[in-house]
């Protein structure tokens, strides 16, 4: 168990829809990062938060927002969906924000767009 | 921008065995770090190795080991005495050296490896 909590494991939806990915890091740590697995695109960076501020910026959408609350906590939220937006969501955490740290990933949420 | 390329999409060998994967990556910076990272069936992304680009020697943690050839931009792999449990999906990843952390990680496409009993 990494210590990093994402809900819910599994989302079903509809295309036009919007969702909300929710990430809890480890405790103690103040990054949070979120990727994306898709078999056609592979593992890619969208976005990583530091103590509540945006850090980094990768390969997010447009459609795609996220947020680091006073606790922590992180939601990604994914509106007007589309059925290309069908992936694996990871959420990781890390104490800081060097390279080289040691991220912690949690056990993904699948995301289904019908 | 940087990219990670693994050429092997799927290895199987016997338990015991040794196996190396391999990854080579492209990129202009010369200050960067370099990942191993597993994925069991289970889903969860999990480090197995780290090293930093700096350092010329070798990383190791106990049965894994990597080659790292920073001029031919190569980073493989060694799993020695390569247990069941060591089935999984394998990624080799890059991180640039960057005080914020940015860009994340960019990982290559995965390497299948099969442990067959």
């Known amino acids: 168990d990494s210590g990093v909590t994402q809900t819910p494991k599994h989302l079903i939806t509809a295309t036009g829809q919007r969702v909300t990915l929710r990430c809890s890091p480890r405790s103690g740590d103040l990054s949070v990062y979120w990727y994306q697995q898709s078999l056609d695109q592979g593992l890619q960076f969208l976005i990583q938060?530091?103590?509540?501020?945006?850090?980094a910026k990768g390969n997010i959408l447009e459609r795609f927002s996220a947020q680091q609350f006073p606790d922590l906590h992180s939601e990604l939220n994914l509106s007007s969906l589309e059925l290309g937006d069908s992936a694996l969501y990871f959420c990781?955490?890390?104490?800081?924000?060097?390279?080289?740290?040691?991220?912690?990933f949690g056990s993904g949420t699948q995301l289904s767009v019908l | 921008a940087q990219t990670v390329t693994q050429s092997q999409p799927e290895m199987s060998v016997q338990e015991a065995e040794t196996v190396t994967l391999s990854c080579t990556y492209d990129t202009s910076e010369n200050n960067y770090y370099l990942f191993w990272y597993k994925q069991p069936p289970s889903r969860q992304m999990i480090l197995v190795i780290r090293?930093?680009?700096?350092?010329?020697q070798n990383a190791t943690e106990n049965r894994f080991s990597v080659n790292f050839q920073k001029a031919a931009k190569s980073f493989s792999l060694k799993i020695s005495d390569s247990q069941l449990g060591d089935t999984a999906m394998y990624f080799c990843a890059f991180m640039k050296h960057a005080g914020g952390g940015a860009d994340g990680l960019t990982f290559g496409k995965g390497t299948h490896l099969i442990i067959q009993p």
């Open positions: 938060y530091y103590n509540g501020e945006e850090r």
């Open positions: 990781a955490s890390s104490e800081g924000t060097g390279s080289y740290e040691k991220l912690f």
């Open positions: 090293q930093e680009a700096y350092k010329q």
